[in-house]
């Protein structure tokens, strides 16, 4: 019984000093990652960049511009969001570069180069 437990502790210990796996290159975030997709909800804001990453943030309650930094994700840019009109749906998509100045809600994210990517409701 005694060899029969130290074996399976040494075992247990073996397996612990093991290296983990490499990164592949899909677990490594794109530099110059965009944001394709924008969804606006009661409570939060979601963005799905061309890389796969879902970023997201907390909707302040009866504001109409705030902004902050998306979080959960490889991407901490920093957005900008105006409701110009109440919500109304639980679940709003904004579309990319559509609206401008009439829009319901427009967003604007700023990327890692510096540049706006721009999403609306119109």
């Known amino acids: 019984m005694t060899r029969f437990l130290t074996l399976t502790v040494l075992g247990l210990l073996a397996a612990c000093t093991v290296a983990p796996p490499d990164r592949g290159p899909d677990d490594i975030p794109a530099v110059g990652a965009r944001p394709v997709t924008a969804i606006l909800y009661k409570q939060a804001l ?3 960049y061309d890389d796969g990453a879902l970023c997201a943030a907390d909707r302040p309650i009866a504001k109409s511009i705030w902004g902050s ?4 994700c ?6 900008t969001i105006e409701e110009r009109a109440p919500l109304g749906a639980v679940r709003l998509p904004l579309q990319a570069g ?6 319901k ?3 604007s ?3 890692a180069d510096g540049s706006i990517v ?3 409701a119109p």
């Open 118 to 120: 721009a999403f609306n």
């Open 69 to 72: 930094t998306l979080m959960g």
């Open 109 to 111: 994210v700023v990327v």
């Open 105 to 107: 809600v427009s967003l």
């Open 46 to 48: 979601n963005v799905i």
């Open 98 to 103: 559509v609206g401008g100045a009439g829009a």
């Open 74 to 79: 490889p991407h901490l840019h920093s957005f």
